[in-house]
């Protein structure tokens, strides 16, 4: 039998989806961050509005753009208990409607009374806007017109305050929020999961320090991911070694290793109550077959539980060391048929 190992650091296995979520999280916050410096504010004044005479506030043009819209922002300005209508307008040239909005606003108040209890209670919602693209360059002009302005069933004939913003490049947000925490949550929990993938082939819980198993992996392109999880006691030392031993189908030893395992120590009210660590390995083997894996933790006297787990297919987050280990089942089938 002739076996050749050798380690090399790849990024061969690397899981790419989670920080193509991630990129694109990142491409949205970056969208977010500039959207701002887009716009450029074109109207921003007060105006009176009578009932069905339109007031029309300034032309302008509007030309093709590759980011934002044209924004339309208009604000009544009425008495509690009082309702409005109105209609934010943009006219062509011949005066002929092309685009419009129509917002029924509103602003109430009152009391109310509950379990011997009371108080007031205000709302209103008087705010009502427009987003305009054109595909081609055009002129128009902005108008407001009052529909209805009343309170309760009652008319009321009186002009109606509006504040009025017109501003150029604006990017509506309220989609890209959105999208930046669902491609975020994608990512961080796809993140998350890359441990995860694969099929476990070995899992071996022992109140001991020396679990075994055996199982089937390997092949062209199957990663092995190899964990050893150490809980110890109070009179653990800083450091164990934990060695792994790897048998071929024959029984035959391919490879063996020793491993530092860093403990971390939990502690309650100043007193150590015990320590865990982990080992992880990956490993490439030339062709599928049957491996036995073998672990020994040294010093065993403080170890309390060893847990041995082997994944095949695995990916990893980032570049990392594997094993190769070459030539082992093809020597032998070589061997055999001879």
Request: aromatic fraction near 8%; hydrophobic fraction near 35%; avoid cysteine.
């Amino acid at each position: 039998m002739s076996v050749n190992v050798d380690t090399q650091r790849t990024s061969r296995f690397v899981e790419p989806w989670p920080y193509v979520a991630l990129g694109s999280s990142a491409l949205v916050f970056m969208a977010l961050i500039a959207s701002p410096f887009f716009k450029r504010t074109l109207v921003s004044k007060n105006v009176s509005v009578s009932t069905g005479k339109p007031v029309k506030l300034k032309e302008f043009t509007l030309k093709p753009q590759p980011i934002g819209a044209l924004r339309v922002d208009a604000e009544a300005w009425i008495r509690t208990n009082q309702w409005v209508t109105y209609e934010i307008q943009l006219l062509d040239q011949q005066g002929k409607l092309i685009a419009s909005a129509v917002k029924q606003a509103w602003k109430e108040s009152g009391r109310w009374y509950e379990d011997g209890e009371s108080g007031t209670w205000a709302e209103q919602d008087l705010k009502g806007g427009l987003d305009v693209r054109v595909k081609k360059e055009e002129k128009v002009t902005l108008a407001i017109n009052v529909l209805g302005y009343g309170a309760g069933r009652s008319s009321i004939n009186l002009p109606v305050p509006f504040k009025v913003k017109v501003e150029n490049g604006v990017v509506d947000t309220r989609h890209l929020w959105p999208g930046f925490f669902g491609s975020l949550a994608l990512g961080v929990m796809a993140y998350l999961s890359i441990p995860q993938i694969g099929k476990q082939v070995i899992k071996e819980s022992l109140n001991d320090s020396d679990p075994s198993g055996r199982g089937t992996v390997g092949g062209a392109n199957r990663l092995v991911r190899v964990n050893v999880d150490v809980k110890s006691d109070e009179t653990s030392p800083k450091e164990l070694e934990v060695r792994l031993f790897i048998n071929n189908s024959y029984g035959e030893q391919v490879y063996t290793t020793s491993e530092v395992m860093k403990l971390n120590f939990k502690k309650e009210d100043g007193k150590i109550e015990g320590a865990s660590g982990n080992v992880q390995k990956f490993f490439l083997f030339d062709v599928q077959d049957s491996y036995g894996f073998q672990v020994e933790v040294l010093p065993d006297s403080p170890v309390d539980r060893t847990i041995l787990k082997v994944k095949d297919g695995a990916r990893t987050r980032h570049p990392v060391d594997v094993v190769y280990i070459h030539g082992d089942s093809v020597d032998r089938t070589q061997s055999q048929n001879v």
